[in-house]
Structures are given as C-alpha cells and as structure tokens.
C-alpha cells in the first residue's frame, strides 16, 4: 500500500520549541510505511537542520529539505507539496501539535466523504473557539459553515488536487497571500469536509501579521481577482467581499495601532480610502456591524480627522453574564442566564430609540451629522442578536458549543434610551455534550459569547451574588461519574467532572464557606457535593499559620447528607478560639490556611481565616500565601517541580491522570470503591 498522507512541517530555528511537535508527528497511529513527514528546513542556524537529519537517517519515513533562508514559509511549503508522495498532503507549522490518531481519523474521513480539502478540528490554546467545528460536515459551505474563519495551513488536501488546479501559495508572500492559498482551494474544490467529533491539531503561536500596508493592498486585490473568477456577481460574492472588507480594510481603523501614532497614518489612510472606492462599494456596508459601516461612510468621504478621534473613543465592548438559576434536570445541568453587552465604560450599552426603530449612539467627540441614519440604524441587529455558550477544558483547551434557548428583551432606560439584553437557558449534559460523547474528566470552564446590535464580546459566566447550590450528580454514562458545578478564586462558574477524591470534591467548592463564632468556638461549614452512601471517609479541618514553622489546630468534622437530588450536603467543624494567649489546640490571631485531612491524604482548601482583634474574616488562599500554594491548594512534590521545570507540567498532568479517580466503573454504586476515600 503507498503513502496515505505526506505532512510538511516548514521549520525556521524553533529551539526546543518544536519539541512537541517533533514528537507528535512521529508517534502517530498510522503505520509508518502509510505516512511520510517532510521537515522544509529554511535555513536554520540553531542546530535544528542537523537535529532532523539524525531522526530521519533512522526513520524511512521521515525526509529533511534543507533550503536557503527566506524568511517567509511559502516557499518551503511550496517545495514539501512538490516532493509529497502521499495521495493527502497536511500543512502544520513548527510549534503546532498532532493528536496521535489524528492523521489515520482526517484520512478515513476524507476517503469516506470523497474530500478534495479536509478540516480537522483545530484547539487554540487562546482566544475564542471556531464556531465551524459545532458539528461534523460531509460537505461544507464556505460562507454557512463560517470557513473564512479557518484560513490558516492547517488542512488535509488531496494532492492530486492541488496538482491539478496548480495550488501553490505565492513567494515570498505575506499574511493575505497565506489566506489566499486556502481560498483558492476553497473555492475550487468539489468536496469540502470538517471533522469536529476529535481534535486533531493543536495550535502554536503565530507571530502577528507586520506587512507593508502596501503588499497587503495588492495581496488582496489578487485575492478578489480569485474570488471574481470564480464567483459570479450577486449575495454570495458580496458576503466573502464583505469578510476582508470587515476583517482586513476596516478593523485596522479601530485598533490602538491606528490610533496611538500619527507615523505613516496619512499614507495609510490614503491607500485604504482609495482601495474602499475602488473595489469596496456601499452595498457591502449592509454585512457590517455599526461601527464598521461608520469607518466605511468616514473613509468614502475623506475625513481622516474623524477616523483618528474615532478610534480614540472607541473601547473594546465587554460582556455582564449574570447566572440566575443552576438546577440538574438528570444528567443534565441547566443554568439560567442574563447576557447584556457593555461599552468600553463598563456600562450597558444604550441605544437611541425612535418609535420600533434603535440608533447607534456615536461617541461625543464624533461628528454624528456625518453618519446618516441608516448607518446608525441597529433594529435589525438588535432584533437578531444571539447567544452562544461553551465549555472549554482548562488542560487541554477542547471547546464544546452547549444547546441554548433565548430571547432577546429590550430594556427602557429612560424617555428616549434603550437597551439590549438576551434571557436565555443552556443544558449542559454530561453524557454527551462532547459531539455526543461524555465530558472528559478535569475541569470545564464555562464561557459566553453575544453578538448583539452595536458590539460583539465574549466571558466567562459569573457566579451569583447569593450561595450557588454546587450539588454534585452521578452520571450513570459512559460509568458512574461524579459531576460537581464550582467556581473559581475570582468567582467564575466551572464544572469538575470526576474528582478523584473524597476531599478534593469539598476542596472544588469550598470558596462557599461560611463561618460564626459562638461560645468560644468557630463553626466552619463547608458545603459537600456529594455524600456517599458510607457518609465518606473520616475528615478533620487543618487550619495552620501562613508563617514557615507556624502552629497547627485540627478538629474532627461532621459530614451531614443534603437532600438527594436537590441541596448539597454540608461539613461542621468546631473549632476552640481564643482572642489572648490561645493554647496549643486554639485558634488565636494571624492568618491561617486551611485544609481537609484524611488517613490517606491531605488535600488543601481554597481559602484561608484572618483573626484580627476579635473578627475572622475568609480570604482566598492567594490572598493569603500565593506563592506557597497551587489553585486548588494542594502543594505536592509534583506540583513543586510543576512550576519550576520547563515541561513538567505535562508530567504531572499524566501523573495526575493515572491517578485512581473519586468514583470507579463497577456497574453497582453500592460496591464502588472509590466512595471511602
């Protein structure tokens, strides 16, 4: 059988940086002789060159071309597609990351649904998610399918295919002549497939594009040539024009770049202004958000000064996401959400209201007689506001899109103001909201994202100003699981699916603690997410001074059941405190950390007491020893070389991984071994 896939990793002095990508196109689950690696050297001086001559003199199927520097990684892979062997060809760059199965999953997926251009699921480890990889495609569209979001290398093509349409990206190149490669086999390919039930590449950092105002101009007129040949006039060709307009024309105009130095703003100005007359018309502007339609309407009329006082008043929107409700439907956990856009200071966003009809509202210093109203006019954007929630993994940074039903309301602030604000419910099912899998174990962040009338912005959601119930759930699927709604330090909502212990389950939530004084004693009261049928395993409450060789005050605690399926359960522990000269099982002033105890373990809880003149006031752990403890308080060996040897943290992840998880697959919840401990 011949080569299945050829990948080409262009490389250019990565240091150890390439590490992990090294690794991971070496160990794939393809047999070797099915897969070839192409390593397209530009040029490097750190040693790298002959690093992959060494590897590929002991593997057959790794080949090094070693190429004068260019600077630029379009030739390179020019020459890796040249010299591809395989029937698919996968472009990554040197600091990306396979996942093991990832070329034999893209390969099948491909051949099954007959694609000239494949799209592996790609995890960032920042910034927002795709929304192209909500669900699988066998055949994609470009604009549906949102597939100008994913214009970077990172594909599957046919090479026949690429050979055929003579595919190859333009040297030397700059960042829109990259993009420009993707859409020319976007556009000219039969098929087009997303794959987004598993993560097949994980994304390195790429330098921000610095190109000459002027490549990018004519780089992007050859882009439009493209998409002219091969697109007829009408509204598919207007709204791929309309996404380099938005993203590549316009929104430099906005940005702190612009607005923060007068060097060579003139000649840009001068440059796009008459890109926009040429080639950009008023039509288009029906596809732009309200600030955008503005920098277009002030570009077609020349007015540089009102661009400039534009972009300084212009602040980045953020996003309010206040949690109303957190119930368990089942397996199923439903948050209730309040979603409202902010503008730059901090307040909600408000709109000029005329009859049904809603205005932008532009900043004072902007010259509003400029902006006709049907620039300003935001009704229909408003109107058509949504609402998208997600799950993201705080290891691994897989995202998983969440069902969510909404309204929009609008909201009368005063005579002549209103606003925008989205009601909505999303269902997180722990059984299948990975693609219909279940949540892999580890900790889920969960985030929001609005676009509505005049902003776009995305958050975390936020706990509620009152006790969050945090009643942790047995999953019965794929194995008994535990499930456990948390938040963190600094009040986000999260989602610990299979804490491996007894007392790390306490530990997830315990910033819900509560104390009172009484008697001279401390109750402190910790919430319980789940309490097994055994009442759990024996526990006390450590609490010991922040200071190196402080004291130390345990106290057995009391585990009380809540009701099943509705309160979480509560730990009480009573604690003797005295104000003058405390004995050597007392609570007396300073501050003190705190942790659960157990015969087999000690796990760190995530906050700490400060006892100041008769108060006791709870602090986050950080607020009270930062550099001495991890997030959530435990501070093991493994976490101590975590933090100061480069690469470690992967070892203590899988270290951690390999550990006996809180609940095990035994098939009868009464034999579960997990449950003492």
């Known amino acids: 059988m011949g080569v299945k896939v050829s990948v080409i990793v262009d490389v250019h002095n990565p240091g150890d940086t390439a590490d992990a990508c090294l690794r991971s196109v070496l160990e794939q689950t393809l047999p070797a002789e099915e897969y070839e690696v192409i390593f397209v050297d530009d040029g490097s001086t750190d040693g790298i060159a002959e690093r992959l001559d060494t590897v590929a003199a002991v593997r057959g199927n790794v080949r090094v071309l070693h190429l004068p520097q260019t600077g630029s990684p379009a030739r390179g892979r020019n020459v890796g597609i040249a010299a591809a062997q395989g029937d698919y060809v996968f472009l990554m760059d040197q600091g990306d990351r396979l996942e093991r199965d990832s070329l034999a999953r893209m390969y099948d997926r491909a051949v099954e649904t007959d694609a000239d251009v494949l799209v592996g699921r790609l995890v960032r480890d920042a910034g927002p998610p795709v929304s192209a990889f909500q669900q699988s495609r066998g055949r994609a569209d470009i604009l549906r399918d949102r597939l100008f979001a994913l214009l970077t290398p990172h594909k599957l093509y046919r090479r026949a295919f690429l050979e055929e349409h003579e595919l190859g990206y333009t040297v030397p190149g700059g960042h829109i002549a990259e993009q420009a490669f993707v859409v020319r086999a976007y556009l000219q390919a039969k098929v087009i497939a997303i794959l987004a039930e598993q993560v097949c590449c994980h994304l390195g950092e790429r330098a921000e594009p610095d190109d000459d105002p002027?490549?990018?101009?004519a780089e992007l007129r050859s882009l439009l040539d493209d998409?002219?040949?091969?697109?007829?006039?009408?509204?598919?060709?207007?709204?791929m024009y309309a996404y380099w307009f938005r993203s590549t024309v316009l929104r430099p105009f906005l940005g702190g770049r612009f607005a923060g130095s007068s060097i060579d703003r003139g000649l840009h100005f001068r440059l796009y202004s008459g890109l926009v007359l040429d080639r950009f018309p008023e039509r288009l502007d029906r596809?732009?958000?309200?600030?955008?339609?503005?920098?277009?309407?002030?570009?077609?009329?020349?007015?540089?000064?009102?661009?400039?006082?534009?972009?300084?008043?212009?602040?980045?929107?953020?996003?309010?996401?206040?949690?109303?409700?957190?119930?368990?439907?089942?397996?199923?956990?439903?948050?209730?959400?309040?979603?409202?856009?902010?503008?730059?200071?901090?307040?909600?966003?408000?709109?000029?209201?005329?009859?049904d009809r809603l205005f932008w509202i532009p900043p004072r210093s902007v010259d509003a007689s400029l902006l006709r109203d049907d620039v300003t006019d935001v009704t229909s954007a408003v109107d058509r506001a949504r609402l998208e929630v997600y799950v993201r993994h705080a290891d691994t940074g897989v995202v998983h899109f969440l069902p969510v039903a909404y309204r929009v309301e609008r909201i009368q602030d005063g005579r002549r103001h209103t606003r925008a604000q989205i009601v909505g419910e999303a269902r997180v099912d722990v059984t299948a909201a990975a693609m219909g899998e279940p949540?892999?174990?580890?900790?889920?962040?969960?985030?929001?994202?609005m676009y509505g009338g005049a902003h776009q912005a995305r958050s975390r959601v936020r706990r509620p100003?009152?006790?969050?119930?945090?009643?942790?759930?047995?999953?019965?699927?794929?194995?008994?699981?535990?499930?456990v709604p948390c938040w963190s330090d600094s009040g986000e909502l999260g989602l610990a699916v299979e804490p491996r212990s007894f007392p790390e389950s306490i530990a997830l939530v315990s910033p819900g603690v509560t104390v009172r004084r009484q008697d001279g004693h401390l109750y402190v009261v910790l919430p319980v997410p789940y309490v097994p049928p055994s009442g759990g395993p024996p526990v006390e409450l450590v609490l010991r001074t922040a200071a190196r060789g402080g004291r130390e005050v345990s106290a057995p605690a009391l585990v009380e059941?809540?009701?099943?399926?509705?309160?979480?359960?509560?730990?009480?522990?009573?604690?003797?405190?005295?104000?003058?000269?405390?004995?050597?099982?007392?609570?007396?002033?300073?501050?003190?950390?705190?942790?659960?105890?157990?015969?087999?373990?000690?796990?760190?809880?995530?906050?700490?007491?400060?006892?100041?003149?008769?108060?006791?006031?709870?602090?986050?752990?950080?607020?009270?020893?930062?550099?001495?403890?991890?997030?959530?308080?435990?501070?093991?060996?493994?976490h101590r070389i975590g933090r100061r040897l480069p690469g470690a943290r992967h070892i203590v992840r899988l270290a951690r991984a390999g550990k006996h998880r809180y609940l095990k697959d035994t098939g009868d919840l009464k034999d579960l071994r997990g449950l003492d401990g």
């Open 214 to 217: 002027r490549t990018v101009i």
């Open 227 to 239: 998409i002219d040949a091969y697109v007829g006039e009408g509204r598919h060709r207007d709204r």
């Open 287 to 355: 596809y732009l958000p309200v600030q955008l339609r503005a920098v277009a309407t002030l570009l077609r009329a020349g007015r540089l000064d009102q661009l400039v006082i534009l972009a300084n008043s212009s602040r980045r929107a953020g996003l309010r996401a206040d949690l109303t409700e957190v119930r368990w439907d089942a397996h199923v956990l439903v948050l209730g959400l309040t979603v409202e856009v902010l503008g730059g200071d901090g307040q909600p966003t408000r709109f000029r209201a005329d009859g």
């Open 439 to 449: 949540l892999r174990p580890g900790q889920w962040e969960v985030h929001v994202r």
């Open 465 to 483: 100003e009152g006790p969050l119930n945090c009643l942790g759930v047995l999953s019965q699927q794929p194995r008994t699981r535990l499930v």
């Open 561 to 638: 059941p809540g009701v099943p399926g509705e309160i979480a359960g509560q730990l009480v522990a009573k604690v003797p405190v005295k104000r003058v000269m405390p004995g050597p099982d007392e609570l007396g002033p300073g501050a003190w950390m705190s942790s659960l105890r157990t015969a087999d373990d000690e796990v760190g809880l995530r906050f700490g007491l400060e006892i100041r003149r008769g108060r006791i006031a709870v602090r986050p752990t950080a607020a009270i020893a930062p550099a001495r403890r991890s997030p959530l308080g435990r501070d093991t060996v493994l």
